[in-house]
């Protein structure tokens, strides 16, 4: 499974912008496709996540009501739509896969629950 992000730039404190990340190799390996985002001299943190299958979706509570996850199952791609950007959701956004289900949905949360990863995207927000 290779997975490539992009949609990533430069935008100002308010704007909007949509990240893709396009699944191919054996797309229907992967069950949970989840964005995560990395801020200089920070930790990787779970950002959104969301089930192939179906229309279940997580987020981290920082980006709740402002970012929406979504899938298009037809085009193996999966959407960040970022609403309201603030400063502070400058980093640089990675997609992640997993290859199964997990009874507990932390797993979903958490980058050690991923086994696969795409390059990152950066996303700059000006003040």
């Known amino acids: 499974v290779q997975l490539q992000a992009s949609g990533g730039g430069l935008v100002q404190a308010g704007g909007s912008l949509r990240l893709s990340c396009a699944v191919s190799g054996r797309p229907f390996s992967s069950r949970v496709m989840g964005w995560f985002r990395q801020a200089p001299g920070k930790e990787r943190e779970f950002v959104a996540a969301?089930?192939?299958?179906?229309?279940?979706?997580y987020y981290a509570d920082s980006v709740k009501g402002r970012f929406t996850i979504s899938g298009n199952n037809a085009k193996n791609t999966v959407y960040l739509q970022m609403n309201s950007l603030k400063p502070e959701d400058t980093a640089v956004y990675y997609c992640a896969a997993t290859k199964a289900y997990y009874s507990d949905s932390n797993y979903y949360t958490s980058s050690t629950g991923y086994n696969y990863w795409g390059q990152g995207t950066l996303v700059t927000v000006s003040s």
């Open positions: 969301i089930r192939w299958s179906g229309t279940i979706t």
